[in-house]
């Protein structure tokens, strides 16, 4: 079973959720806005794939960041960050057992497709 996390309103989550369906694989889908987020899942999350590769650095919320929140990231700090303001995580997370995928590339779509 593939757990999807997004945002209803993302295109992205929309088109893996389609994608999902026309290719049969059996998936479960988490709306961070109304499911939210656990701190424990996004430091699975963060423990996985690093939280450069789960902080999306281009989304409309980090560009409303103060300046001093977006300087000397660590992971600690990114962490607080993604939990108070949950857009912030770049879409859509794909967990598959315990092996975690971000985004929806081509690799991505390989490895859910295995």
Known sequence: MITVVGIKSCDTCRKALAWLASEN???SYHDLRVDGLDSGQLAHWVNACGWAAVLNRRSTTWRT???A????MTAKKAEALMLAHPTLIKRPVFEVGDA???GFSDAVKAALAA
């Open 25 to 27: 694989l059996d998936h």
């Open 65 to 67: 960041l103060s300046d």
């Open 69 to 72: 929140d977006k300087k000397d």
């Open 100 to 102: 975690v995928h971000i």
